[in-house]
């Protein structure tokens, strides 16, 4: 019984065989997948996730701006957010945050649509879902300004970073999410920082349809490998994989509401 906590499952790279990988990952164990919802309304992202959760069970979904798209963010995207936080299968607010890596938004734009949702976010008593790459001194910034503790919970997605910034999410109360690239030759750094998340904060995701795990590094990604990333977890850990898993679940419900898991 394990999670895949981060994927993209409305993305066109799923539209010829959905249906398929969705049975692939029940039979490899996945109870349940957080199917993330980003905005651009002319593209209908987060309407087609809500709609993937409502004809499929086992699936909840987000509302959010990705730093990606900051640059032509809009009043009615706030307001499509404000809107869909109001159905059930919309659990958490992202994925938002600050991209330094690609820069495809200005980052002065990038931070002030993450304030934005922080804000937001806080307003609605949603948790966030957070996307920081090579950003990580101003995303914990305005983290520690906008979303210190007590609040409604977060997760730190597809986390990159180093023990250092490890603690400091930690200490601002967000759940950490490991995903494929924990699993790369290079990636000792970040297996550092996974043993020392707590197992009560761990998470494991996809990020579907990117960032396949070994020994499928290179092709499409799909829930179903998340199952290698828990034994990633494990062995961080000095843990049996069912554990693990275990722990994720439990760390899972506990975040988002033991309602969306029977």
Not at 102 to 118: A, G, I, K, N
Not at 191 to 214: K, M, S
Request: hydrophobic letters at 40%.
């Amino acid at each position: 019984m394990i999670i895949d906590s981060h994927a993209h499952l409305e993305m066109p790279a799923f539209d010829d065989d959905r249906e398929a990988v969705l049975e692939r990952a029940r039979r490899a164990g996945v109870i349940f997948i957080l199917s993330i919802g980003n905005a651009q309304p002319e593209e209908g992202s987060m309407e087609r996730a809500l709609q993937l959760c409502r004809h499929h069970s086992g699936l909840a979904t987000t509302a959010g701006i990705h730093p990606h798209d900051a640059r032509i963010a809009s009043d009615r995207w706030y307001r499509q957010i404000m809107d869909l936080a109001g159905e059930p299968e919309v659990v958490a607010i992202g994925e938002i945050g600050l991209d330094y890596h690609y820069d495809f938004s200005p980052r002065d734009r990038q931070r002030d649509v993450f304030r934005d949702q922080l804000i937001l976010a806080r307003e609605l008593g949603l948790p966030i879902i957070v996307h920081s790459r090579e950003a990580e001194a101003d995303t914990l910034a305005l983290l520690a300004e906008y979303w210190s503790p007590p609040h409604p919970g977060g997760i730190m997605h597809c986390f990159s970073g180093d023990v250092d910034m490890a603690q400091r999410c930690l200490a601002l109360g967000l759940h950490i999410s490991f995903a494929g690239n924990l699993t790369f030759r290079n990636a000792g750094t970040l297996r550092t920082a996974a043993a020392a998340v707590p197992p009560d904060r761990l998470l494991a995701e996809t990020d579907a349809p990117y960032l396949a795990p070994v020994p499928h590094r290179g092709r499409r990604n799909e829930p179903a490998h998340v199952a290698l990333v828990i034994e990633a977890l494990a062995e961080t850990h000095g843990l049996p994989a069912p554990e693990m898993a275990r722990h994720t679940t439990h760390n899972f419900k506990k975040l988002l509401g033991e309602r969306l898991i029977e």
